[in-house]
Antibody, heavy 119, light 113 residues
Framework: QITLKESGPTLLKPTQTLTLTCTFS??????????VGWIRQPPGKTLECLAL???????RYSPSLKNRLTITKDTSKKQVVLTMTNMDPLDTATYYC???????????WGQGTLVTVSS | DIVMTQSPDSLAVSLGERATINCKSN????????????LAWYQQKPGQPPKLLIY???TRESGVPDRFSGSGSGTDFTLAISSLQAEDVAVYYC?????????FGQGTKLEIK
């Protein structure tokens, strides 16, 4: 059974850096074809794919946010970390960690963590 | 980016009746070398993460009731619920995973009439 859990700050001030950790179980990020990503959803709005990292360390970023995002993995700890710099109130959203297998859809999701950016 | 557009934005259907949600992409999500449509449907209930219902446009995820079905190819897709149940009230999203960034539709809110 695949599980993913997001952790990180719930409240940030504008210009601060967000660091989120996804801790997962039930799969290995060293297995060929496996990927872990971050999706966000502002309140009442649709979903936006931020970043993905794959078993071979290939990384994909949202073009509109590429300059602010960094995704890394620690295979032994079973963790994926997302950092987003220069946070703005418009970045207020629920951030989800997701699992992806061999070019497929996002088949497992964490419960999500709400991050609020406010002065 | 591939733009995904769903219709309608909201839908009210009577219990036991059929519900249909459409999704259109501005570029084909059919990959010729695999002959697969890289299109998924998700269901999101309030306070919960999205749940994968359908992938490859028409393959039901394990455990998803067979009243849910997906169809379409290329740029036009449909999610159908054959006989609406109370527990199907949710927001439904389509998503393309053909090319990065993987993009979602704006969502369709399904309610009981």
């Amino acid at each position: 059974q695949i599980t993913l859990k997001e952790s990180g700050p719930t409240l940030l001030k504008p210009t601060q850096t967000l660091t989120l950790t996804c801790t997962f179980s039930g799969f290995s990020l060293s297995t060929s074809g496996v990927g872990v990503g971050w999706i966000r959803q502002p309140p009442g709005k649709t979903l936006e794919c931020l970043a993905l990292i794959y078993w071979d360390d290939d990384k994909r970023y949202s073009p509109s946010l590429k300059n602010r995002l960094t995704i890394t993995k620690d295979t032994s700890k079973k963790q994926v970390v997302l950092t987003m710099t220069n946070m703005d109130p418009l970045d207020t959203a629920t951030y989800y960690c997701v699992h992806r297998l061999t070019y497929g859809p996002f088949d497992s999701w964490g419960q999500g963590t709400l991050v609020t950016v406010s002065s | 980016d591939i733009v995904m557009t769903q219709s309608p934005d909201s839908l009210a259907v009577s219990l036991g009746e059929r519900a249909t949600i459409n999704c259109k992409s501005n570029q084909s999500v059919l990959y010729s070398s695999t002959n697969k449509n890289y299109l998924a449907w998700y269901q999101q209930k309030p306070g919960q993460p999205p749940k994968l219902l359908i992938y490859w446009a028409s393959t039901r995820e394990s455990g998803v009731p067979d009243r849910f079905s997906g169809s379409g190819s290329g740029t036009d897709f449909t999610l159908a619920i054959s006989s609406l149940q109370a527990e199907d009230v949710a927001v439904y999203y389509c998503q393309q995973y053909r090319s990065s960034p993987h993009t979602f539709g704006q969502g369709t809110k399904l309610e009981i009439k």
